[in-house]
């Protein structure tokens, strides 16, 4: 029953989140709302809304592993899976002003993520501090693009809002949104019980579930929207994506669900997954700072990179770490 479970929690994520995003998406456009806001929230907010739903409903159930293993599974994925996979459907090209900037703060919100983690727990106060962050990060973006400080960027964003098709009937956008967050909290309810039963009965941790089986069942949403847009030749929105939901996830989502409930941090984490989502985070950057292109070769390093990092989840972090020490 547990693997019907997480089926079906896969099926009406990946669903539902879709759902989501076309129906607000035209909700937003009917009521005159401009592709670049489009872009820089509603977008951003619907397809990071199953690691949202997701981390909420497992650290309500006590399960604060799958909550935060979720959305440093979901940022390593976002990275090395999906870059990689969409470079490999097409060479990832880009204007390196229009995403560097951001580039960079999702690495230095990375590192105050990290510092925060490594206290042992995400309270209320981290949590504060993260959400505050999401905010400026919101309020910055709007402002720097409206005034057209940063053109290519606020291009990017209307890009990622042009991707995204409609339907024109406002009654089936009213219902579209509405059945697509139904699905996603129902989704995130099967998948982490799901999830939490795979867990107790093959001994394994909550929060490898959360860095792996789960992690990968969030980023389908934006699995799906970067393939698209690479297959369309839009491979920049597959960039904006991935930078986007990673901000979203660290500083929106965590930030909310530790201000709600508190979240202890795995020694796991500390040790191995936090480092391997800083080093991601990090090996963006040379790309970003030059002319930024992420070949089909680089692709599979990317993508290699990740199915390795899943290897040493199945193999056990604690046994690799022992082997690197000796």
Sequence with gaps: MMYLYIAIGFFLLLGGAEFLVKGSVGLARRIGVSPLVIGMTVVALGTSAPEFVVSLDAALENAAGIATGNIIGSNIANILLILGVTALIKPIKGDPSAIMRDGIILLSCSAVFTFLCAQGVLGMNAGMVLFGLFIAFLGYSYWRERHGDDPEAAELHQHEADEIESPENVWVMVLMTLGGIGAVVLGAELLVDGGTEVARQYGVSEEVIGLTMIAIGTSLPELAASGMAAI?????????????????????????????????????????????????TILLIPFMVTRWELSRKEGLFFAASYVTYIAVQAYGVERVLEMVSL
């Design 232 to 280: 369309r030749g839009h491979t920049d929105v597959a960039l904006g994506n991935v930078i986007g939901s990673n901000l979203f996830n660290i500083l929106g989502v965590l930030g909310a669900v530790a201000m709600i409930q508190e979240l202890p941090v795995a020694q796991q984490l500390l040790d191995f997954d936090l480092w391997v989502m800083m080093g991601a």
